[in-house]
T-cell receptor, first 111, second 114 residues
Framework: SQTIHQWPATLVQPVGSPLSLECTVEGTSNPNLYWYRQAAGRGLQLLFYSVGIGQISSEVPQNLSASRPQDRQFILSSKKLLLSDSGFYLC??????????FGQGTRLTVV | AQSVTQLGSHVSVSEGALVLLRCNYSSSVPPYLFWYVQYPNQGLQLLLKYTSAATLVKGINGFEAEFKKSETSFHLTKPSAHMSDAAEYFCAVSVRTSYDKVIFGPGTSLSVIP
């Protein structure tokens, strides 16, 4: 069966520090991969999606970037975090049946 | 472009009462529709999905949803609410192209009153 791993679960980072969140999927090949952000009390905002290695599409211009160095690995990064980057970050993958399956999320607090 | 609206950011029901969470979508092509549930500090769990088969879809935990094309709606229902149903619920739409881009509604927070 397929599983998705996302880490770390929680992270506290100072303003101006770099960020790297990693997500990996097991048990499937060539999945579509997504990064979402959920701000406190708000819905899910699609940040990036990827349909293949090195293929990244950005939904919202911001302080973040994403990379897909391997088929089942998706990384969310920032060179310098802002206070507004705080939130709950969710990685997801989608098979060719349309629905998305989510990781457990990373709670990022920028201080 | 696809979009989803959910009427009511907060819904409260009594334990044992009917749960009705509303979702309306916009899509220029036949959509795939989903309901997800999120418990605090957790990821989203798929409750049910509509993918152009039966219009009445049954999901986990006793939930079901009906796709109504004429009303562009996909409302989620459960006959009898349990305390454990208290959570955030998200409706989502996806359109099959060369990728599956899942767009989420703003969510509805469900409270269950004992």
């Amino acid at each position: 069966s397929q599983t998705i791993h996302q880490w770390p679960a929680t992270l506290v980072q100072p303003v101006g520090s770099p960020l790297s969140l990693e997500c990996t999927v097991e048990g499937t090949s060539n999945p579509n991969l997504y990064w979402y952000r959920q701000a406190a009390g708000r819905g899910l905002q699609l940040l990036f999606y990827s349909v293949g290695i090195g293929q990244i599409s950005s939904e919202v211009p911001q302080n973040l970037s994403a990379s897909r160095p391997q088929d089942r690995q998706f990384i969310l990064s920032s060179k310098k975090l802002l206070l507004s980057d705080s939130g709950f970050y969710l990685c997801a993958w989608s098979p060719l049946t349309a629905e998305a399956f989510f990781g457990q999320g990373t709670r990022l607090t920028v201080v | 472009a696809q979009s989803v609206t959910q009427l009511g950011s907060h819904v409260s029901v009594s334990e044992g009462a009917l749960v009705l969470l509303r979702c309306n979508y916009s899509s220029s092509v036949p959509p795939y529709l989903f309901w997800y549930v999120q418990y605090p500090n957790q990821g989203l769990q798929l409750l049910l999905k509509y993918t152009s088969a039966a219009t009445l879809v049954k999901g986990i935990n006793g939930f079901e949803a009906e796709f109504k094309k004429s009303e562009t709606s996909f409302h989620l229902t459960k006959p009898s609410a349990h305390m454990s149903d208290a959570a955030e619920y998200f409706c989502a739409v996806s359109v099959r192209t060369s990728y599956d881009k899942v767009i989420f509604g703003p969510g509805t927070s469900l409270s269950v009153i004992p």
